[in-house]
């Protein structure tokens, strides 16, 4: 236990010093960081769930209030307690309802809302039928579970094992928290391989001489220009710098070092060129539950002028990017105001900054925002690693990944804590 | 944690025994962080509190330095305790700093330290350090990142061992008027050699009133190409090399590490140990040095220029704060009344209430702090848990903790109020006053040279004040009748501190309040003068600021900026003269002086005998009188006496006619009393030979072609000038 105390204070300490850039690389670690709570966490004979969620929620909440910025940290947090409930739940039905395999592998679609283990599982089945919601679109369409989500393909794994041994209570409590670790390292090989995943989608995307702009950088947006090429597509890339980090910068040079045509543009200049762009594609910092993208500053104003000149506007996000919660709450439209510094040499400007005379209050403000919010209507298309997905449809597949019980109450169940 | 530190024991033991450039890399960074800045700049509040420890928007300073250096990669942090060593050391223990993984905070304490000089000694002695070290004090705000600067310090070390230092330096323009960087400090010179970046030359205590700094020619003559910077500011973040420990050990009169350890090594060529800089560009760094520095960091902090270490990220262990429009900080559990005004760059901390129709802008709130309604703050620093009552106002002020301010009470800008005091009710505390609980100890050194000589540690400093308060209160009423008023309105608490002498002068410079206006008014006006004088020999510009009266300073309205160097010509002579008058100075001597202010103001004679003239005049209408003939009467008497003075430069008509100008002049602004006795006087000049009737004339017919309302004095000396016309015609 004190280890993973230690492992959560350090962690904690990288997120408030804001040591650690990029969704990824947070998404990742915070899983980690969870699959060792888990693991590390001792688990009573009875309600084993209640007992692991309560740990990772309590931690979890430590690690989002650490930089609620950054929302893919209470992504994965919500993700993992999620993969917990649906392990305790695969694993109840399995247990004491001794239900065919066939009806398990039709319910694991259905079945996100929490398993409470003193139900019987077919109450729990029966209701999750009847009132949570029909079964996904996804199911619906391709009727096999094929494109299914990770955690599903895992829980049907951990319940055909979970048959074979439900009469033992210990080794089902062992049983749990294997699943889950097992779950949650699937998640984390997710999120490692999002990437690629969405970069096999690429040809499908880009066409024989598009033209294809890009604000700042974006790794998904890199491999997707990448994949795209090595499948032998030409086609020519406008990359907006994307002030004031100038990101876009690096962007251009290893496209330029991958062999691809690359035109360095302003910000600013963005709607002079859009015309001549077939597709805009860009990363993003987290897609909220409304379709609403947070991304890069300066995004916006690529989005309107895409849908001003009819361009199609993609965003590719992994799925640990998906975050359930929707843009009304001013508490999550976070925005980060980085350093001034970024904008204008301190030096040259010092003598602006003079407070020592006049009234006292500064007259020169300098505002670097790092994020802006891009309006679900401007988004044409998202790409995730499961696949396309239009931004009105993004509610449902947050749907699959998340349980409702952990959007809000998450906090307010572990201040009570 | 034991087998960590082991490692690291191992480690450094290796990097001792071979000097392997392998094994030097890895070496875990130590630093030594002062935890005593060794000045009385933070009077009265540092008898109670220690500077590291006092709040910077509400995290106490200290935490910026060691989350710095704890992102900067440093492992290892010696914090040097002296005065109230105690406190720091009970904060830190009960801080998040000594339990954190890869980062070791140890505190060295000492009571009988007085420098920094004497730290890094008894550092040396204790043998702690091993290799390159980061030396900082405690009250440094950075977000640089150590890497580079190292990775040059350590390059350079390979190449030249006598490579010891490398100064952390930034650009920020000084202030052209008042010489004084953006923090406060004293305008820096360094030269730099472009190439190499060594530091050539460094001088923070220039004589600005000069205008010049002297150079060694051998400076010159050594080094190919040297560049000299006003524009830089000295971070006081130095990355050392262990040499420097046992140089401060070998030189014992090394205290104060820029003022004599720079210094010294900059002059000392026989060991020939050399200094580099490295200048950072997009990160931040300061010190904060005095109460100017504390207002200008705290903004910068405000503004984000210190990213990461802002108020909405928790470095530190701060609360949880959220950055809200128009750079508004607030943290949880705030009560603020719907009718209160919460303008932009203001930080309020927890728990605080604010009353209606209360008014804060560009300040910061501490927690737990009662805010009143119709209280009105600006630019302020309130710490925690202070009491404001209804209707007060502050404006560019510190509030320590713990302070009461009944309703009513007002605090000019500039004020600091330490710790507890109370404010009575509707008191107005004069502006730049500082109150403590505490009396002001009698040892007054405003001299900078023994700023640090004094400082000793907090226990004996408080022994000390007890001791003396006695006795002390006799001397302080002789020095100041304010420090003998103890109280501070009805049922205030607390001791208004007197400014020691040649302080008040300037406090404005290091205050928390903006400088006020006719301050800079009066510097720009003196510097325009500076910059005229450039090229030429000067003798005393350097009293500048106290010879300017106020009746002057509305004169120079319309279309005298262009004359700004006579109109202060004017004023030098003037105090001369008045000067000669008080203490009976012979007129050869007085001659003298105002030749050789002539000679340095670059003046016509013309211009001195109209100076002269001027003060005289002056000298008359100041003169007690009560009717206007002993106002001419005065005017006689002093004429008289002074008639060879003004004589000496009355060698042609035209300084001659140039009096008659003046005094004109003078009629018609300055000294109106004078205008019906202008015949008269005009007359008296006359019989004492001082003016001849041929300039008389001349004036006169100059002002012929003149407007009407020009002619008022011819016209009034009309019949003076006519008499003089027949008497020369008869002559002829």
Redesign the interface.
């Known amino acids: 236990m004190p280890d993973t105390q230690a492992l959560v204070n350090d962690f904690l300490n990288k997120l408030k010093k804001r040591k650690i850039e990029g969704s990824q690389a947070t998404a990742r670690q915070t899983a980690e960081l969870l699959r060792s709570v888990i693991s590390q966490q001792r688990v009573p004979y009875t309600n084993q769930a209640g007992a692991l969620i309560d740990a990772v929620k309590a931690i979890g909440e430590q690690l989002i209030a650490a930089n609620p910025v950054e929302l893919a940290v209470g992504n994965i947090v919500r993700r993992v307690l999620h993969i917990i409930r649906e392990e305790d739940l695969s694993l109840t039905t399995a247990a004491i309802g001794g239900l065919n395999l066939s009806a398990v592998s039709d319910d694991e679609n259905d079945d996100d809302r929490d398993g409470d283990s003193t139900l019987s599982a077919a109450a729990v089945a029966a209701a999750a039928r009847s009132t949570l919601r029909p079964p996904s679109l996804q199911t619906l369409l391709e009727d096999t579970p094929v494109s299914a989500a990770v955690p599903q393909t895992s829980s049907s794994g951990g319940d055909s094992e979970g048959k074979s041994k439900s009469a033992d209570k210990s080794s089902r409590s062992r049983k749990l928290k294997h699943d889950v670790i097992e779950a949650v390292n699937e998640l984390i090989q997710d999120i490692v391989t999002c990437h690629e995943q969405i970069a096999e989608q690429a040809v499908e995307h880009i066409h024989q001489n598009e033209v294809i702009l890009t604000l700042g950088s974006s790794r998904t947006v890199l491999e997707f220009l990448f994949a795209a090429k090595e499948k032998k597509r030409s086609f020519r890339v406008f990359v907006a710098e994307g002030a004031p980090r100038y990101q876009g910068h690096l962007l251009a040079k290893e496209l330029v070092a991958r062999g691809l045509q690359t035109t360095l543009i302003t910000d600013s200049a963005v709607f002079a060129m859009i015309s001549r762009v077939n597709m805009v594609i860009v990363g993003a910092h987290a897609v909220m539950a409304n379709g609403g993208v947070i991304a890069p500053v300066g995004m916006n104003l690529v989005a309107l002028a895409a849908q001003k000149h009819a361009v199609p506007f993609v965003v590719l996000a992994g799925s640990h990017k998906l975050c359930p919660l929707y843009p009304h709450n001013p508490e999550v439209l976070l925005n980060e105001l980085r350093s001034p510094s970024e904008l204008l040499d301190f030096g040259e400007f010092s003598d602006c900054m003079d407070f020592g005379s006049g009234s006292g209050s500064p007259l020169l403000h300098v505002v670097n925002p790092a994020f802006d919010y891009v309006p679900p209507k401007l988004v044409s298309l998202f790409i995730t690693d499961a696949g396309g997905h239009n931004p009105s449809y993004m509610y449902r597949l947050i749907a699959d990944y998340y349980s409702a019980d952990d959007l809000v109450v998450q906090r307010r169940a572990t201040a009570g804590n | 944690m034991g087998a960590q530190k082991k490692r690291a024991a191992a480690a450094t033991a290796a990097a001792r025994v071979s000097e392997d450039p392998d094994d030097l890399a890895r070496q875990p960074l130590q630093a030594i962080l002062l935890a005593d800045s060794f000045t009385t700049k933070f009077r009265p509040i540092t008898l109670e509190r220690p500077k590291v420890l006092l709040p910077l928007v509400n995290v106490p300073m200290i935490n910026y330095t060691l ?1 710095w250096l704890e ?1 900067a990669g440093v492992a290892e942090v010696f914090v040097f305790c002296c005065a109230h060593s105690k406190q720091v050391i009970d904060y830190l223990e009960n801080s998040e700093w000594f ?3 890869n980062f070791t905070v140890k505190t060295i304490e000492s009571h009988n330290i007085i420098s920094a000089g004497d730290a890094l000694r008894l550092i040396y002695e204790q043998n702690v350090i091993h290799g390159d070290f980061v030396l900082i004090s405690g009250d440094t705000v950075s ?1 640089m990142l150590l890497t580079q600067a190292l990775q040059e310090h350590k390059e350079r070390k390979k190449k030249d061992n006598n490579a010891v230092m490398t100064m952390i330096i ?4 000084p ?1 052209p ?2 010489h ?1 960087s ?1 923090l ?1 400090t004293d305008e820096l010179f360094m030269a730099i050699d472009p190439n190499t970046k060594q530091l050539l030359y460094y001088e923070d205590k220039a004589d600005h009133s000069k205008g010049t700094i002297c150079l060694d020619k051998m400076l010159l003559a050594e080094n190919p190409s040297i560049s000299l910077h006003n ?1 830089k500011q000295d971070c006081y973040i130095d990355i050392c090399s262990p040499e420097v420990l046992s140089l401060f050990t070998d030189n014992f009169d090394y205290q104060h590490l820029r003022r004599h350890f720079v210094k010294g090594l900059l002059l000392d060529d026989i060991m020939g140990y050399k200094i580099f800089t490295h200048e950072i ?4 760094a300061a010190r904060i040095d005095n109460y ?1 520095s504390y ?2 960091v705290s ?2 902090i405000i ?6 270490y802002v108020p909405d ?3 530190c262990g701060n609360r ?1 704060t959220k ?1 809200e429009r128009r ?1 508004m900080y607030r943290a949880s559990e705030i009560e603020q009344s719907r009718s209160a005004q919460v303008g ?2 203001t930080v309020i901390g927890c728990g605080t209430k604010i009353g209606s129709n209360s008014k804060i ?2 300040s910061v709130i501490g927690e737990g702090c009662t805010i009143g309604s119709n209280v009105l703050i ?2 302020s620093y309130l710490w925690d848990n202070v009491i404001i009552e209804d209707g007060c106002e502050l404006r ?1 002020v510190i509030v320590c903790d713990g302070v009461i301010m009944k309703a009513g009470a007002v605090l000019k800008p500039g004020v600091v109020l330490s710790f507890k005091v109370v404010i009575g009710e509707r008191f107005v505390v004069p502006a730049y006053s500082k109150v403590s609980l505490l009396q002001q100890p009698t040892v007054h050194d405003s001299d900078e040279e023994l700023e640090y000589a004094d400082n000793s540690s907090g226990t004996v400093e408080f022994s000390s004040i007890q001791g003396t308060a006695d006795q002390s209160n006799g001397e302080m009423t002789s020095e100041s009748s304010e420090a003998h008023k103890p109280k501070l309105g009805t049922g205030g608490v607390g001791y208004i501190w007197s400014i020691c002498e040649g302080g008040q002068e300037e406090e404005w410079r290091h205050s928390v ?3 006020p206006e006719d301050k ?1 008014a009066e510097l720009s006006e003196a510097m325009d003068d500076d910059q005229e004088l450039v090229t030429q020999d000067r003798t005393a510009l350097s009293t500048s600021g106290e010879l300017i009266s106020d009746s002057n300073a509305s004169e120079g309205d319309d279309n005298e900026d262009s004359k700004d160097d006579s109109v202060y010509f004017e004023k030098e002579v003037e105090a001369t003269f008045l000067r000669a008058v008080e203490e009976n100075v012979k007129v050869d001597h007085v001659i003298l002086e105002v030749n050789s202010l002539r000679l340095s103001y670059n003046m016509t004679s013309a211009d001195c005998a109209g100076a002269v003239f001027y003060s005289m005049m002056k000298l008359a209408v100041k003169t007690p009188h009560s009717s206007a003939s002993e106002l001419q009467q005065n005017t006689a008497n002093i004429i008289t006496t002074w008639q060879k003075l003004l004589k000496s430069y009355l060698l042609e008509i035209d300084e001659e006619i140039e009096i008659i100008l003046k005094f004109e002049e003078m009629c018609l602004e300055s000294a109106k009393e004078f205008s019906p006795l202008f015949a008269r006087i005009l007359h008296i000049l006359y019989d004492k030979d001082i003016l001849q009737e041929d300039a008389i004339l001349r004036w006169a017919d100059e002002k012929e072609g003149a407007d009407e309302s020009d002619k008022v004095f011819v016209r009034q000396s009309e019949k003076f000038v006519q008499w003089l016309r027949e008497a020369s015609e008869e002559e002829d």
């Open positions: 989350a992102a339990s954190q993984p977000n930034k650009k920020s323009k202030s008027i008042t004084q953006r406060g524009d560009h997009s990160s931040y100017r207002d200008i903004k910068d503004q984000r220029w210190t990213y990461p990220v928790k470095f949880a950055l750079g932009s760059f802008s560009d600006e630019g560019h309040a903006p400088i800079l």
